[in-house]
């Protein structure tokens, strides 16, 4: 494989690798830590859901994106803010009495990276853990459609009022990108998850928090200065999962 496709950023990243790849031949058990947007799949769930709104629906919420957009970019959004993006757009989703049959047509018209299910067996269904600063009912949808398992996903969890219209989302569920780190820190104390055995992977500044000093974090779809971003051990600069799962499954050839 050559520099087109991947690159390491890092010899630490290529020692981590190595170790995964040995682990995995050993049959330890590894853990998946994925972003979902841009990242397990090449799309924003986002962008397709506000697709569907009406004109001034569409209007305003690329006036939402606009107010929050630049600092999420540079990574200068408080968590009070990332809340406050979040309640603007549930309260967007209300006004254009966003339901079910919205969440159904999105989930549908998204793309699964080319042989993100071959990634998810390595590490199989049970051992994959979905973090995003997304909604969970799209997510959740979209897991069960393509048949990916009964893989954990922690995101942002819509609710209903008593006559099932959209009330707001619940707030025991949030997941913002400064807790993605948290988040995966607690369920692996949780269930005694050594970080050696975890790859990450993510797509930008906002799973930056993810990337922890002993998991392997991988980063996709970059568009940006990827030298913001602590702790990246490997870019992926393909929309096709196979380099990794070659990668991991088979030992590393000689001339790495």
Same mark, same amino acid.
């Given at each position: 494989?050559? !520099?087109?496709?991947?690159?390491?950023?890092?010899?630490?990243?290529?020692?981590?690798?190595?170790?995964?790849?040995?682990?995995?031949?050993?049959?330890?058990?590894?853990?998946?830590?994925? +972003?979902?947007?841009?990242?397990?799949?090449?799309?924003?769930?986002?962008?397709?859901?506000?697709?569907?709104?009406?004109?001034?629906?569409?209007?305003?919420?690329? @006036?939402? +994106?606009?107010?929050?957009?630049?600092?999420?970019?540079?990574?200068?959004?408080?968590?009070?803010?990332?809340?406050?993006?979040?309640?603007?757009?549930?309260? /967007?989703?209300?006004?254009?009495?966003? !339901?079910? #049959?919205?969440?159904?047509?999105?989930?549908?018209? $998204?793309? %699964?990276?080319?042989?993100?299910?071959?990634?998810?067996?390595?590490?199989? &269904?049970?051992?994959? $853990?979905?973090?995003?600063?997304?909604?969970?009912?799209?997510?959740? #949808?979209?897991? @069960?459609?393509? #048949?990916?398992?009964?893989? =954990?996903?922690?995101?942002?969890?819509?609710?209903?009022?008593?006559?099932?219209? /959209?009330?707001?989302?619940?707030?025991?569920?949030?997941?913002? &990108?400064?807790?993605? !780190?948290? $988040? %995966?820190?607690?369920?692996?104390?949780?269930?005694?998850?050594?970080?050696?055995?975890?790859?990450?992977?993510?797509?930008?500044?906002?799973?930056?928090?993810?990337?922890?000093?002993? =998991?392997?974090?991988?980063?996709?779809?970059?568009? !940006?200065?990827?030298?913001?971003?602590?702790?990246?051990?490997?870019?992926?600069?393909?929309?096709?999962?196979?380099?990794?799962?070659?990668?991991?499954?088979? &030992?590393? &050839?000689?001339?790495?």
């Amino acid at each position: 494989m050559c !520099g087109d496709i991947l690159t390491f950023t890092r010899m630490e990243g290529f020692n981590k690798l190595s170790k995964i790849s040995a682990k995995f031949r050993e049959k330890t058990k590894l853990y998946l830590f994925i +972003d979902f947007d841009l990242s397990l799949v090449l799309d924003n769930h986002w962008s397709l859901l506000s697709g569907t709104f009406s004109e001034s629906g569409k209007q305003k919420n690329s @006036e939402i +994106d606009r107010k929050y957009m630049e600092k999420h970019i540079t990574k200068n959004l408080t968590e009070i803010e990332e809340l406050s993006w979040m309640s603007d757009k549930i309260q /967007l989703f209300k006004e254009e009495n966003v !339901g079910l #049959e919205n969440i159904k047509s999105v989930a549908k018209n $998204i793309k %699964l990276r080319r042989n993100a299910k071959a990634l998810i067996d390595i590490f199989k &269904p049970e051992n994959t $853990i979905i973090i995003s600063y997304g909604i969970y009912d799209i997510i959740s #949808e979209f897991v @069960e459609t393509n #048949e990916l398992g009964n893989v =954990t996903i922690f995101a942002n969890r819509l609710a209903y009022d008593c006559n099932n219209t /959209l009330d707001g989302f619940d707030q025991s569920s949030v997941v913002t &990108p400064n807790l993605k !780190g948290k $988040i %995966l820190t607690d369920y692996c104390i949780k269930n005694d998850i050594d970080f050696r055995n975890i790859v990450v992977i993510g797509d930008s500044k906002g799973d930056e928090t993810m990337f922890l000093k002993n =998991t392997l974090n991988i980063l996709v779809n970059t568009n !940006g200065n990827i030298h913001s971003i602590k702790n990246v051990d490997l870019i992926l600069k393909t929309t096709d999962f196979k380099p990794v799962v070659l990668l991991i499954t088979q &030992p590393l &050839p000689k001339y790495y």
